[in-house]
């Protein structure tokens, strides 16, 4: 099997799957890394892969140096020449993707083309301010097998006219990253970051809003920053993605790190750091899927901004608010009260078990290719 990485969240999630790939004798991984993952401005985050113990197959360097509509379409042409050449090198004999990332459909065309069925992880999901949301739709009519995160998504597939025998529900990869980090010491984790034990601190990440056509990106991110100036926390601000509109908010979060003392800018904290980060923290706030999907798990409360995860499955620990610096300041105010601590303390995760990654396994084991498997059909 070859799994392809582009981003630095994208490994994060795959990281256990691709562990037991290669633990369990019927099953093998090519992992072939690109993207983000090669830039400096990302932190260079294969180093990150590499630390694991990952062995890197071979890389796919495509990303042109802007974020603009016209250059990203030149890299996902790149991306494409790139692909063929390790499609057409490597011997693998199906294709895993995750998520809905546009370096994606370079992917699937390429996987369409040499014939390897692909299966999709965290299909049937929904971001309403997103081109995320066309692009994870396009990939999961490409798609052969679906892992989904809970029975929701598994559902949203079905009405998308995905037959009940493709579609599986694992739960989260994320959960079994999770339960394997080993637990660190507040003191050890603030001290690591050049954090006070002593002061409180949350956890700051904003992507571009790639179909926001109100609220202009700096204004968004102005205002977030606005609100998070009220509350006397250090703040710990990760890198967006590559995007449409990144480059503008990167420079702007560069400046209000330089101006701040409590705003520590990180490129990226990498897995092991950002799960024994969160424990510690009073909040995460933002615009990240992890909000959504993984900070729950821990029963600490996001404060999501903004569109770009509208449509997503939430939990109780979830609180939209609007841009407004209002909105925010009032959405942290509620973070912080007793009463919503009290009612996380219940609160039932959805999204797995910690177990997605055998239960992958064994169904990639255990699917025959053949034309049945290959063939997508209207029914």
Not at 112 to 137: A, C, M, N, V, W
Request: negative net charge; charged residues 25%; aromatic residues 8%.
């Amino acid at each position: 099997m070859a799994i392809f990485t582009a981003s630095r969240a994208e490994y994060g999630l795959l990281y256990p799957l691709i562990d037991a790939l290669r633990k369990d004798p019927r099953t093998d991984a090519m992992v072939f890394v690109g993207g983000s993952h090669l830039t400096t401005e990302s932190g260079r985050t294969i180093r990150e892969i590499q630390a694991d113990g990952v062995a890197v197959t071979d890389r796919f360097d495509y990303l042109l140096n802007d974020t603009d509509s016209a250059t990203l379409s030149r890299s996902l042409g790149i991306a494409t020449m790139e692909l063929a050449r390790l499609f057409d090198r490597y011997p693998f004999d199906s294709v895993c993707v995750l998520g809905d990332r546009y370096e994606l459909l370079a992917i699937i065309s390429c996987a369409i083309l040499f014939r390897k069925p692909i299966y999709h992880i965290h299909g049937g999901e929904s971001t309403h301010g997103l081109i995320d949301e066309q692009i994870r739709h396009m990939v999961t009519k490409a798609a052969h097998l679906h892992f989904v995160t809970c029975a929701i998504h598994g559902d949203n597939l079905r009405r998308m006219g995905e037959p009940e025998w493709r579609i599986h529900n694992t739960g989260a990869l994320a959960i079994d990253r999770i339960r394997k980090v080993q637990s660190r010491s507040r003191q050890e984790v603030f001290s690591e970051l050049g954090l006070d034990p002593r002061r409180p601190a949350g956890v700051a990440t904003y992507h571009p809003v790639t179909l926001e056509m109100n609220v202009e990106g700096l204004d968004q991110i102005n205002q977030l920053f606005g609100a998070m100036r009220r509350f006397p926390f250090q703040w710990v601000v990760t890198a967006p993605n590559i995007e449409i509109g990144r480059d503008a908010i990167l420079d702007h979060i560069h400046r209000r790190a330089a101006e701040n003392s409590d705003m520590h800018y990180v490129d990226s904290l990498g897995a092991e750091r950002y799960y024994g980060l969160i424990p510690h923290c009073e909040i995460v706030i933002g615009n990240s899927s992890s909000g959504i999907l993984e900070v729950p798990y821990f029963r600490i409360p996001t404060v999501n901004v903004g569109d770009r995860q509208a449509g997503r499955t939430r939990h109780n620990s979830v609180i939209d608010t609007g841009y407004s610096e209002p909105d925010i300041t009032a959405g942290i105010q509620k973070a912080l009260s007793p009463e919503l601590r009290q009612s996380l303390r219940t609160m039932e995760f959805q999204f797995g078990d910690g177990h997605a990654a055998p239960r992958m396994v064994d169904l990639i084991a255990r699917t025959k290719i053949d034309q049945n498997l290959l063939r997508k059909r209207l029914e």
